[in-house]
């Protein structure tokens, strides 16, 4: 089983929580998350902790892992998007950070989505360590 680390690196409340992925070591891509607002649903980034990532299909982005085992959350999926506004409590990936409509964002999303789910195409599940660098 693979094991990722996300890191965070810096928060604003007005454009998230942004940080970078590593599995096994290696370095994969960033990442952004909403502000965190004590755990709330929907709203509020994962708490710092280890997590199980499993495969699932989700109606809306296809195949994608979902974190489990958050304190009253569920559905916390990592997936493609920009802004602070499409997290919706989930994980997005990007290649790098940079503006996009005035807001902080991940950029070239799919992309990033897209190789992390290459190097993740033989796992089901995976570990997931969150840790704040900041």
Not at 50 to 59: E, G
């Amino acid at each position: 089983m693979k094991s990722a680390r996300l890191t965070r690196i810096a928060s604003n409340f007005k454009h998230g929580t942004f940080g970078a992925i590593t599995i096994d070591g290696q370095p994969i891509c960033l990442t952004l998350e909403p502000y965190t607002r004590d755990n709330e649903r929907s709203i509020s980034c994962i708490p710092t902790g280890q997590y199980i990532a499993t495969r699932v299909q989700s109606p809306k982005y296809g195949n994608v892992f979902e974190i489990s085992n958050i304190q009253n959350r569920s559905h916390v999926l990592i997936h493609w998007g920009n802004r602070d506004k499409d997290t919706e409590g989930c994980i997005l990936l990007g290649e790098e950070f940079g503006l996009l409509y005035k807001d902080w964002s991940v950029l070239s999303s799919k992309k990033a989505f897209n190789e992390f789910m290459e190097i993740m195409k033989d796992e089901n599940e995976f570990t997931i360590t969150i840790n704040e660098s900041y």
